[in-house]
């Protein structure tokens, strides 16, 4: 499986499938939200699977086990982290404007690097719906600066930057992608495949 879901793919709370156990869909749910916590493709689409905890269908449990087979097929995958004597941090902040279908509020996605591999993402549900991409953009650049006020703190200062969509790492939380513009992401987020311990970058 070269993504961990398909594009253009739109799952709603109340899809008119079968039901399933939602207990099983929680379980696998909740295990897929603690990989995240090294496994940053993915973020995206399990954020939108939590979505359906209470009222899972076959629609959303057969699309959580797409990601298992994604899985499956990226196990020697991590995020590779290098030496870098020139550190500086970098924030890729996005969001998909009125991305759920079911309540028309878009979802603020960010993530952190210092020049190397990503060591904090995140994607949220904006707490009330914009008017506008613009708006929901300002929503997301709000959302990130304020997660990186404490490393700008001595600074005093955070600048923000024009980023052009093929650097827009961010991207990835924001919508499922193609599989060619999904791995590039992936590797700009330097998760990437590791055979060798402690091999030099």
């Known amino acids: 499986m070269a993504t961990p879901l ?9 899809d008119e499938e ?8 929680r379980s696998l749910v909740s295990n897929l939200l603690h990989l995240t916590a090294t496994r940053p493709d993915i973020m995206y689409v399990v954020s939108l699977f939590s979505r359906f905890m209470n009222n899972p269908s076959q629609n ?17 995958y991590g995020i590779k982290y290098c030496k870098d004597s020139n550190v500086k941090l970098f924030d890729f902040c996005d969001n998909d404007w009125g991305d759920c279908t079911d309540d028309m509020k878009s979802t603020s996605r960010y993530a952190f690097s210092l020049g190397f591999g990503v060591f904090s993402w ?4 904006q707490q009330s719906v914009t008017q506008s991409s613009v ?7 709000g959302l990130a600066t304020s997660q990186e006020i404490w490393e700008a703190i001595e600074e005093g ?7 052009r969509l093929d650097e827009q790492i961010a991207d990835i939380f924001t919508k499922a992608l193609y ?18 311990r402690g091999e030099q970058c």
């Open 122 to 125: 995140a994607s949220k549900k």
């Open 135 to 141: 708006e929901a953009e300002y929503v997301s650049a």
């Open 60 to 76: 959303h449990f057969g699309a959580a086990k797409r990601v298992l087979r994604y899985i499956r097929g990226t196990t020697s």
């Open 179 to 196: 599989k060619e513009k999904f791995q590039h992401f992936r590797e700009l987020l330097r998760v990437m495949e590791q055979h060798i």
């Open 157 to 163: 200062e955070v600048e923000l930057k024009f980023c």
């Open 6 to 14: 398909v594009v253009n793919e739109k799952l709603i709370k109340e």
């Open 18 to 25: 079968k039901k399933v156990d939602g207990s099983l869909y």
